[in-house]
């Protein structure tokens, strides 16, 4: 059925390799936020011994002198010879060094990172479809109403031009419905259009919903939408636990 989408997007695996245990895991919080799974090594030997029993879809790395080591022992492997590598350093002069050597970098990133460059940057580097506005994972309160019937769950992805809402009803493609969504002690009132629905199966994980796109949402709750979610990607950056990074 067109719109209908029954398999689950896998998430990408990114490996993070930096020295430093504070930026490792200001990094790792970050791309946790953006919705992928992160896998952690704190020197070059450890992500060249890593990448040889799981593949990573792309390399975060900081760019000191020791990122050389990780550069030939990837060069030396077909394996990994065109895993996208973006390099971090908080000195302008060590990622001009870098461009200077040429090889295969994707992608330069000055620290403290940016976080919707980062988010673009992964984007262009390993996402077949690009998204230009960061969408995030998240739990919130929704509410819909139309002429099939009143709807109460909760959006479980976010980014400021729309969202995945759960339902067990998911409505037809091109469906206009009126939502509204509980947020930072506010709710929103909005409109929006099904891009297309996932079903349940047995044996699978499929989330049950909609993906739809805002169409009438006030200047003022768009802008509510970004503060949250650019908050959301940056909490915990102070925060000195460790989680899984």
Known sequence: M???????????HILVVDANAVDRFSTCILLQRFGYYIFTASTPEDA????????????????????????????????????PLILLSSSDTALEDHRNRGG??????????????????????????QRRNIRIPTHLAAALEDKFAADSGFVSDLSEK??????????????????????????????????YSTVAEDGSFNKPGMGMKFEKISPMDRDLIKTFILDQVREGLSRQRYYNC
């Open 48 to 83: 060249v011994e890593f990448m040889s029993v799981s593949r990573p879809s792309a390399i975060v790395a900081d760019a000191g002198k020791a990122v050389l080591h990780l550069l030939s022992g990837i060069k030396k492997d077909p394996r990994f010879s065109n895993i």
């Open 162 to 195: 729309g969202m995945f809402f759960h339902s067990l009803e998911p409505r037809p493609l091109n469906t206009h419905i009126p939502i509204s969504v509980e947020i930072l002690g506010r709710t929103i009132l909005l409109e929006a259009v099904v891009l």
């Open 104 to 129: 295969r970098i994707a992608a330069y990133l000055r620290k403290p990172i940016r976080v919707e460059e980062f988010y673009w940057i992964l984007q262009s580097v390993i996402e077949k479809m």
């Open 2 to 12: 067109a719109g209908v989408n029954t398999g689950e997007k896998t998430k990408k």
